[in-house]
């Protein structure tokens, strides 16, 4: 029997349509395990396969599709035009890159993710230790299915969010804690890159404190991230380091494979990080670091979760509520997946669930209140 269709959060959803894919790929390496996935898989559908960008966009104008698949091997050049056009012939299609791993396909991926791409999912090798067939099997799936919620709207400008279905948590936002913040948190997972890029660079240089960002990622690609963030927003970056000091106005991303955890010792603020088991699948998570950080600034913490999949940061989330601190999220409208920020605002944790666009401003009129 096949895995039944996940919503965006992960819940089952009703039976209904495939997600239509489009595949763009003349590589073998990567065109096969991306087929043999989609074949085990009944609730997806291989509806079209492009040997390269302009047969994509051409095929994309003809047809209807929820995902496009593209292989990023082929350069980072071509990669970012045939991104750049798919988008622009179809804004609302989700775009998933694969490619094996290697330096220049993490540097491409990242520019990819920072530029709208929603996920990149390293494609498996012989000798490689990122991906086997059956990992990026269940990883490239889980993906499809979280991006297949497709929109009716096909110019792509953001829809209201759906009325709340009867089994659904309705949505109640809490007054502000009380406590005035020292550190800005910030998670995401699945179409993360840009959604943070976007808050940082609105945000801009000389911000009045520490920003901490957890974004699932595997090593080496958060490295690559925080240096594209730092070149793009102009904020002082870097990977975090176990046990460096918190600098106001700098910005810290976990890095891979590693829980970034905040401790105090007398008035100072430390990194941790730790090898710790994954929490909610992930390490990096954002659960560890909004523990942590509520407890080592005293509940004096705002934390933002962005968009993303399945739930991690809801409970860390709430330990920010109790010790004192404030809780935004973003919104389902301009959500890739409404998953980790649908979480936090359907357990009630929230201050405001606000649309991307209005995140970062909100966030500096929060730090200047008195």
């Known amino acids: 029997m096949g895995i039944p269709p996940k919503s965006a959060d992960g819940n089952a959803t009703s039976p209904g349509k495939p997600v239509r894919v489009l595949l763009c790929a003349d590589i073998d390496l990567v065109s096969l395990p991306v087929r043999a996935a989609i074949d085990r898989a009944p609730d997806i559908q291989l509806a079209a396969a492009a040997a390269d960008g302009v047969m994509a966009v051409s095929t994309l104008r003809r047809q209807e599709f929820d995902v496009a698949?593209?292989?990023?091997?082929?350069?980072?050049?071509?990669?970012?035009?045939?991104?750049?056009?798919?988008?622009?012939?179809?804004?609302?299609?989700?775009?998933?890159?694969?490619?094996?791993v290697s330096f220049a396909n993490i540097r491409t991926s990242m520019k990819g993710l920072m530029a709208g791409?929603?996920?990149?999912?390293?494609?498996?090798?012989?000798?490689?230790?990122?991906?086997?067939?059956?990992?990026?099997?269940?990883?490239?799936?889980?993906?499809?299915r979280a991006l297949g919620q497709r929109r009716d709207d096909r110019?792509?400008?953001?829809?209201?969010?759906?009325?709340?279905?009867?089994?659904?948590?309705?949505?109640?936002?809490?007054?502000?804690?009380?406590?005035?913040?020292?550190?800005?948190?910030?998670?995401?997972?699945?179409?993360?890159?840009?959604?943070?890029?976007?808050?940082?660079t609105e945000i801009g240089p000389g911000f009045p404190a520490p920003i901490l960002v957890t974004q699932h990622m595997p090593p080496v690609f958060t490295g690559v991230f925080a240096a594209n963030l730092a070149r793009k927003t102009g904020i002082a970056a870097q990977e975090a380091v176990d046990g460096s000091d918190l600098l106001a106005g700098h910005f810290y991303v976990a890095p891979g494979n590693k829980h970034m955890r905040l401790r105090r010792f007398g008035a100072r603020v430390t990194v941790q990080l730790t090898d710790e088991p994954p929490v909610n699948y992930c390490r990096p998570a954002v659960d560890p670091m909004f523990e942590s950080a509520a407890e080592a600034f005293d509940g004096q913490v705002l934390a933002v979760i962005l968009t993303g999949m399945g739930q991690d940061g809801m409970v860390g989330a709430g330990k920010v509520v109790d010790a004192g601190g404030t809780v935004f999220a973003q919104d389902q409208a301009t959500s890739v997946v409404w998953g980790m920020p649908g979480a936090a605002a359907k357990a009630g944790v929230c201050h405001a669930v606000l649309p991307l666009s209005a995140i970062a401003r909100k966030i500096k009129e929060f730090w200047k209140k008195p």
Request: aromatic content about 4%; glycine content about 8%.
């Open 69 to 100: 698949v593209i292989d990023i091997g082929v350069g980072e050049r071509e990669t970012l035009t045939t991104l750049t056009r798919i988008q622009k012939a179809d804004p609302g299609v989700r775009v998933v890159m694969v490619a094996t």
């Open 117 to 144: 791409a929603a996920a990149f999912v390293p494609t498996p090798t012989a000798h490689s230790a990122w991906s086997s067939e059956a990992i990026f099997r269940d990883e490239f799936l889980r993906v499809v």
């Open 155 to 200: 110019s792509g400008k953001p829809l209201p969010a759906p009325a709340p279905r009867l089994d659904e948590t309705p949505i109640t936002t809490r007054p502000a804690g009380p406590k005035r913040p020292k550190a800005l948190l910030i998670g995401s997972s699945t179409g993360g890159p840009q959604a943070v890029s976007d808050v940082l």
